[in-house]
C-alpha cells in the first residue's frame, strides 16, 4: 500500500474551436475582390474595344468631302484631320473597314486606298515600314522593285514599290505603291494598284506622293 495518495484525473481541456468564422470571411473578401478585378477589367476592355472601334475600325465620314475635278481629286476628313490629294480625276468606292476612302481611276484602271491603324509609340516608322515590307514579300509574294524615304508636307514617309502577280487578276503583272506616315498611335498608309501598263501615268501617281497626303 503506498504512502501517498493517488494523484486525482484530472479532465482534458475542451478543444479550441477553429476560427472558421474568420476563414470564411477571408474566402469571401477574395472572392468579392476577384469579381470586383474581372468586372473592371471587363468594363476598361470594353471602353477600350469602343474607343478603337471609333477610331480605328468604324470611320467617322459625316464631316468627309470628295472634290473631283480633271487636275487633281482631293478626299478630305476634318473629324480626323486629313486630307489625300491626287492627280487626275477619280471616283469614291466603298471604302473597306478602317480606310479613310476608296478611289478608282477609271481611264487607267488604277485604284487607292486610304487608311489609318493603331501603332505603338514605341515602333518607328522604319520598323513599322519594315515589317510592312517583309509581310509583303515573305508572305504574299509581292515583289519590292524600290523604295526610298521622303518627306510629305513636313511629316516623314517611306515610299515602297512592287510588283506582283494574283490570279484574281488574270494572273497578269500589277504594280504597287506604298506609302507610310506615322504619328502617334496612328500609322498611315496610301496604296496605290495599277495593271503594268501606262508608264507615264505611273510615275505621275508615284512622283505626287510626296504631297498626297495632309495630316493635321
Sequence with gaps: MSLFPSPIAQPYPPPKAKPTSNRRTII??????????????????????????????????????????????????????????????????????ANYCALQQPNNGAYATFRVQFSSPQQTLDQLAGVTMFGLVKGARFKLVGQDSLDVNGQAARRMIFE???????????????????????????????????????????DSLDRAVEIK
Design 28 to 97: 469571401l473578401i477574395l472572392v468579392f475582390s476577384g469579381i470586383a478585378i474581372l468586372a473592371v477589367g471587363a468594363y476598361a476592355l470594353y471602353r477600350a474595344g469602343s474607343w478603337y472601334s471609333r477610331r480605328y475600325l468604324n470611320i467617322d465620314q459625316s464631316q468627309a468631302t470628295f472634290v473631283a475635278g480633271d487636275a487633281e481629286s482631293v478626299y478630305r476628313n476634318p473629324a480626323y484631320g486629313v486630307a489625300l490629294r491626287l492627280p487626275g480625276r477619280w471616283v469614291q468606292a466603298q471604302a473597306p473597314i
Design 164 to 206: 506582283y502577280a494574283l490570279s484574281g487578276v488574270d494572273g497578269k503583272p500589277s504594280r504597287m505603291v506604298m506609302l507610310m506616315m506615322k504619328r502617334g498611335y496612328n500609322a498611315y498608309t496610301v496604296m496605290i494598284f495599277a495593271p503594268l501598263a501606262g508608264d507615264d501615268y505611273w510615275k505621275e501617281l508615284v
